[in-house]
């Protein structure tokens, strides 16, 4: 592959391609770790949103899962929704939420993969679901998840890239889809995946990007794909992607967002979509993009939001659209956007969540929208449903 400018990536070894591949082909699935307990942890260490499903990491490394199931993306080996959480996972590091796929770091470094897998997604070298997860490579420090494709970060700063590539998200210089993932950088620092799209830090805090940009979310100041990284702004220090936006955070503690801006969801105050990033806001410390929506931390702990609140994801206790930033909640740690929803962690660690629960993705005991907050409590756990 082709360097661009000051581009930092380079196809790493076919040796290394082989690796991977044959680690993943002598994988073993482990029996399913899905078990009904008398209670859910009242604190967390972080969260993670998927299109309709919700994943909820403890503080003892403990992962539970509720919400939509239909193509195994609870990682309970079944296929039933379930609006109660399940204790699907123990050991586990870091979590991420595609749309209907889930990512599952260990603290042995090994990542693990369920759920849809018809793009190849799921890094298996097939296309079947999983309902149970696989594991896919080791020696993995971070990942992400979009909408049908997954981003891979190494301990080594590597990125590999797998799943749909339609749009050129994966980043390769093509466009066919990859079963199994493909070296794509190094020296990366974070990644983040959206619907068709990919964002990357480099080491030297440049942010890349790839993919989809017919709405600007590239923000590359044209609406053109981009089939292989390249470089869009300076000294960032998060990023976050969308279904068809983009945010990310300098170094300076600026909010910056480009692409669809239909719900407002840019923060800018009108409609208009921007093939170009625009400032919104200082003294950010977290950010997340959902579908529609985009939510962010200040400094002060205090949770904003704008775009898409038809289902109440923005909180306010209505179900309106919001083009400015406006205020969700106080003392907040971390965030993770999903489709109609928004999941929180408390600055003590408690779980929050506002918004669409038509799957369960909130738990409780109905499927009503949440239009204000609502603190998950330490209920009892149904084994029926």
Known sequence: MKSIGQTPFNRLSVQSLVCIAFAALLSITPKVAAEDVNH???????????????????EDGSLWSS?????????DGRSRDRTHPLRVDTGVKAVAAGSYHTLILKRDGSLWASGNNTWGQLGDGTNRHRRTPVRITDDVRA??????????????STLWAVGRNQFGQLGDGGTRNRNRPVAIAY???????????????GANGRLYVMGDGQHGQLGLGRNRNQNTPTPMAEGVRLIAAGDRHSAFVKKDGTLWTTGDN?????????????????????????????????VFILSNGNLMGMGRGNRGQLGGGRRQDVRVPQLIMTKTRAIDAGREFT?????????????SSNFGQIPGHSRQDRIVPEKLLAAPIQTTE
């Open 143 to 156: 990942m992400a998840a979009g909408e049908d494709h997954t981003l891979i970060l190494k301990n080594d």
């Open 343 to 355: 999941l929180v962690l408390g600055a003590d660690r408690a779980l929050w969540a506002v918004g």
């Open 67 to 75: 919400g939509r199931n239909n193509k195994g993306q609870l990682a």
């Open 187 to 201: 020296g990366v620092r974070a990644v983040a995946a959206g619907g068709n799209h990919s964002l990357f830090i």
């Open 262 to 294: 239909w719900f407002g969801q840019l923060g800018n105050g009108n409609r208009r979509n921007l093939n170009s990033p625009v400032q919104i806001v200082k003294d950010v410390r977290e950010v997340s993009a959902g579908d529609d929506h985009t």
């Open 40 to 58: 859910m942890p009242t604190k967390g260490s972080a969260v993670a949103a998927g299109a309709y499903h919700s994943l909820f990491l403890a």
